[in-house]
C-alpha cells in the first residue's frame, strides 16, 4: 500500500475525492483517510448511520472519519493490514501531529496544497513547522493566477524547515464555476467531470499521472469517459 499525503491548511478533501475516483476506475483499491481537525468529509460523503468514527464507501472509494490514523482504522475493523489489501492511502491533514500519526516520511508521496492567500499560507507552513525529520514535497497551487514571485515567496515563508521541494507544480485555477460543479455534486451525492473546467481538470490528470507514475494520455482517456 502506497502512503499518500494532502498537507495543508486548504481545503482539499473534493481534490481527493476527484482524484481518487480516477485511481479506482484504473483498477485501484483506494482508501481515504481524512485525519484533518475539520473532517469536512463527515459532512459532504453520504453515510446512512455516521457515529463518532466510522468507515464508509463512496462510489468505491472507501472513506474512513474520525480515524486518525490507518492503526487506528485496523483497531477499529479488528483486521490485519493484508486484509484491507489497499493499493493507495490518501491521507487529508491539516495538523502537524496528523503528519506524525501518520509517519509520513521523505520516501512517501506527498503534496503541499495552497492558495496564495495569507492565512492559507502561514497556516501550512506553521503545520509542517514542528517536522523534525525530512520530508519531500509536491505543491499542488489552487490560485487565479500563478507566477514565480508566488512560489518564491512560499519557499521564503518555509526557509530552515525540513521540506524538500520537488521542482513538479501542479496549478488549478480558482474558478467559481468549478465549485459551483463540486457542490451540485455534492448535494446529488455524484462525482462527476461533466462541467468542470478544462484547467480543472487538466490538474487532476496531472495528479492522476503523478501518483501512478503514468503517462498522462491513459488518464485522459479516461477522464472523458467519466465525463
Known amino acids: 500500500m502506497e502512503k499518500i499525503g494532502f498537507i495543508g491548511e486548504y481545503d482539499k478533501i473534493d481534490l481527493i475525492i476527484y482524484v481518487a475516483k480516477i485511481l479506482t476506475e484504473l483498477g485501484k483499491k483506494v482508501l481515504i483517510l481524512d485525519a484533518t481537525s475539520k473532517q469536512k468529509s463527515r459532512y459532504v460523503v453520504p453515510t446512512i448511520n455516521p457515529t463518532i468514527s466510522y468507515l464508509t464507501q463512496f462510489q468505491d472509494i472507501d472513506i474512513a472519519v474520525g480515524l486518525k490514523n490507518f492503526e487506528n482504522m485496523q483497531r477499529y475493523l479488528s483486521v490485519d493490514e493484508e486484509e484491507l489489501n489497499y493499493d493507495y492511502m490518501l491521507i ?3 495538523t502537524s501531529e496528523g503528519i506524525i500519526q501518520n509517519a509520513l516520511t521523505a520516501t512517501d508521496k506527498v503534496y503541499y496544497v495552497t492558495s496564495f492567500d495569507l492565512y492559507t499560507l502561514k497556516k501550512g507552513i506553521e503545520i509542517i513547522s514542528e517536522i ?36 513538479n507544480i501542479i496549478y488549478f485555477p480558482l474558478e467559481n464555476g468549478d465549485a459551483t460543479v463540486i457542490a451540485e455534486n455534492q448535494r446529488i451525492s455524484k462525482i462527476k467531470y461533466r462541467n468542470l473546467s478544462n484547467d480543472y ?5 496531472s495528479l492522476a499521472s503523478d501518483i501512478l507514475a503514468k503517462p498522462s494520455k491513459e488518464i485522459k482517456s479516461l477522464v472523458r469517459k467519466l465525463e
Open 201 to 205: 481538470k487538466e490538474g487532476l490528470i
Open 92 to 94: 487529508d491533514i491539516n
Open 132 to 167: 523534525t525529520e525530512p520530508l519531500k514535497l509536491t505543491k499542488i497551487y489552487f490560485s487565479r493566477t500563478y507566477s514565480n514571485e508566488d512560489d518564491e515567496y512560499l519557499e521564503f515563508l518555509a526557509l530552515g524547515k525540513k521540506i524538500m521541494w520537488d521542482e
